[in-house]
């Protein structure tokens, strides 16, 4: 390994900033009431972080009427119109999907953007824990980055990797790719008719039914891995008039168990230690007779131990690959350094298809 390379790296990841131990010190400071605006499960989800850093949520925000008046674990939620006409506030942003939108309509209404906080502490551990972890791989950071196939894939590597050290969303100035394109994007993924698609988080099955409309009915077969009992519900129900659709009703992991399951939270729904529901896991490698040639994971957060799952799958068979590398800090290297692992073979393509990290995919061919 070029040592001059390795000292480079380590510099970058060395002098950067924590964005988002000071935007926590600000809420601390500011003494200010909190309004997250999304009353959704993302919106739980920022309630949550802050609660990590002793953080209270005055307020629930959000535009659908059918939810004003009503409370989220006893925190009340209001409409926009109300929200103007409180003071000393702070608004923390609690969407994803309409993330643009809601800034847009703040700072239309008034707000001024010095009250308005981005929650990129979500799932942040503390940059010194993300930094150890990289600083202790820098030579699969190299080797990463080096499997990149193009430009497009490299910047949003670096962006992610700093992003992940010091949350400062600047770090992302890359061309979104169309959002329709997310997991099957046919300029990277080559398929034929003879595929066999593992949907891992297939939710209630609209990646399910966008992989059957892009092949037009021409493939294998499909099977899907949903933990969630109210997913798998209408993922049963939606995917009922397909044939050629095995739906199994647990999620991917290194093993066959039983985990606690934060459920009935949509796409938000994942595996958690404080969960109260449970749900069963299993390894996709019990799966290799299938032959997956193409495999997708949005599991929020359990791409790893998916993968660990997958081993003789990706040894063997080497299957093309669809990972979300955005759930944990840490997965920018994580994940694509145990694929390469067990393929040095693959290539790496990085697609980003929301704002600020959200939604980015690794795609290995």
């Known amino acids: 390994m070029n040592s001059i390379s390795e000292e ?86 609690g969407t994803v999907a309409y993330h643009n939108e809601v800034v847009k309509q703040c700072i239309e209404g008034g707000i001024d953007q010095s009250d308005i906080c981005f929650a990129d502490f979500l799932h942040y551990d503390g940059q010194n824990t993300v930094r150890d972890y990289f600083n202790e791989n820098i030579s699969s950071i190299i080797e990463i980055f080096e499997h990149c196939a193009d430009m497009e894939s490299r910047e949003l590597f670096v ?94 992991g290194e093993r066959e168990e039983q985990l606690a399951f934060n459920g009935n939270k949509g796409g938000h729904s994942a595996f958690d230690g404080n969960g109260k529901l449970s749900a069963n896991i299993v390894p996709l490698d019990k799966f290799i007779g299938e032959g997956p040639t193409l495999i997708k994971m949005d599991i929020e957060g359990f791409e790893l131990s998916a993968l660990i799952g997958a081993n003789e799958i990706l040894r063997k068979l080497k299957p093309k690959l669809a990972i979300c590398l955005y759930h944990k800090p840490l997965d920018i290297v994580s994940l694509p350094k145990y694929i390469l692992e067990q393929r040095s073979d693959y290539k790496l393509y990085l697609r980003l298809y929301r704002d600020f990290g959200h939604d980015l995919v690794c795609y290995c061919v």
């Not at 380590?10 to 500011?30: G, W, Y």
């Not at 739980?44 to 307020?59: C, G, H, I, M, P």
């Not at 925000?61 to 004003?68: A, E």
């Not at 300029?187 to 593992?198: L, S």
């Open 159 to 252: 962006a992610n990797l700093l992003y992940q050290i010091n949350r400062d969303r600047r770090h992302y100035n890359c061309t979104l790719s169309p959002l329709l394109k997310q997991y099957f994007d046919t300029d990277i993924v080559q398929t034929g008719d003879e595929e066999v698609y593992f949907d891992c988080g297939a939710k209630d099955g609209d990646t399910v039914i966008a992989f059957h409309n892009l092949k037009q009915g021409k493939y294998k077969t499909i099977v899907t891995f949903e933990p969630d009992h109210s997913n798998f519900e209408s993922l049963t129900q939606n995917t009922g008039g397909y044939k050629r659709i095995k739906n199994i009703n647990a999620g991917v």
């Open 8 to 93: 480079f790296v380590k510099t970058l990841l060395n002098h950067t900033f924590d964005t988002a131990n000071e935007a926590i010190a600000s809420l601390h400071l500011s003494k200010r009431k909190i309004y997250i605006f999304g009353a959704g499960a993302a919106g739980v989800l920022v309630k949550q972080n802050l609660e990590r850093f002793n953080l209270s949520t005055y307020r629930f925000v959000d535009n659908d009427i059918s939810k004003h008046g009503t409370s989220i674990n006893g925190t009340p939620i209001i409409s926009f119109a109300d929200l103007l006409l409180t003071k000393d506030r702070v608004i923390v942003i």
